[in-house]
């Protein structure tokens, strides 16, 4: 079974619409980061969260941890074509040093004008 | 601010020959990791390294992989003979410390196509 698996692998929004994207863990969460990624490129750091309950804001995007779920959710306000891109969640699993991370498969998300 | 820098952005290579993968890293960070992502496929970690030390390695790092930090601030990927197999992008990522309050910062990747 997979570590980390995220909803929808897909999704498609009207620009100016709000979407969810989660991340389920099959393990405990000792930290959970949201990254994003255009296109052949590298990982842009969004958010970490570490407490269950906690809920992080950054402009339009919110993130929240449901450590009894073992879920993360991010949530897009009002999206934009800048928005546009793959949504990774990736989760330190092993609460030890050096904070190996496990990534879901990502969530690719286009914005329609 | 800051960010993580990789060397070359697209390196294509024979199969068999040897490669190096080319980091620095942020400047203060003390922890220092390889993922890789082959196409279509999940990033996947591959090693992390602290005080001139591997300190966690994955399956996937064999013994045609190895890391050096040859100086203050190059973190360097090897691989000895490349496969096939190795066509991926593989990214470098530094962070301050390995508490899990300590976000890992990304480079923009190198593809590695093995011909």
């Known amino acids: 079974s997979q570590e980390l698996e995220q909803s929808p692998q897909s999704l498609i929004v009207q620009e100016g619409k709000n979407l969810t994207i989660n991340c389920t863990s099959s393990?405990?969460?000792?930290?959970l980061y949201w990254y994003k990624q255009k296109y052949g490129e590298g990982l842009i750091f969004l958010m970490m969260l570490q407490k269950g309950g906690e809920e992080k804001s950054h402009e339009k995007i919110t993130a929240k941890l449901d450590e009894k779920k073992q879920q993360s959710s991010l949530h897009i306000t009002a999206s934009q074509p800048s928005h546009a891109g793959i949504y990774l969640c990736g989760a330190d699993l092993l609460r030890q040093g050096a904070q190996k991370l496990v990534f879901g498969q990502g969530t690719r998300l286009t914005i329609n004008p | 601010e800051p960010e993580v820098t990789q060397t070359p952005s697209h390196q294509v290579t024979q199969m068999g020959q040897e490669v190096i993968l080319r980091c620095v890293p942020i400047?203060?960070?003390?922890?220092f990791y390889w993922y890789r992502q082959i196409l279509g496929q999940k990033v996947e970690f591959l090693v992390s390294f602290y005080n001139n030390e591997i300190s966690e390695k994955s399956e996937i790092f064999d013994d045609q992989f190895s890391v050096e930090r040859p100086d203050g601030s190059n973190f360097t990927l090897k691989i000895r003979s490349t496969k096939l197999e190795d066509s991926a992008m593989y990214f470098c990522a530094s962070t301050r410390s390995f508490l899990s309050n300590q976000p890992q910062h990304f480079g923009d990747g190198t593809r590695l196509s093995i011909l």
């Open positions: 400047s203060n960070h003390l922890y």
């Open positions: 393990k405990t969460l000792y930290g």
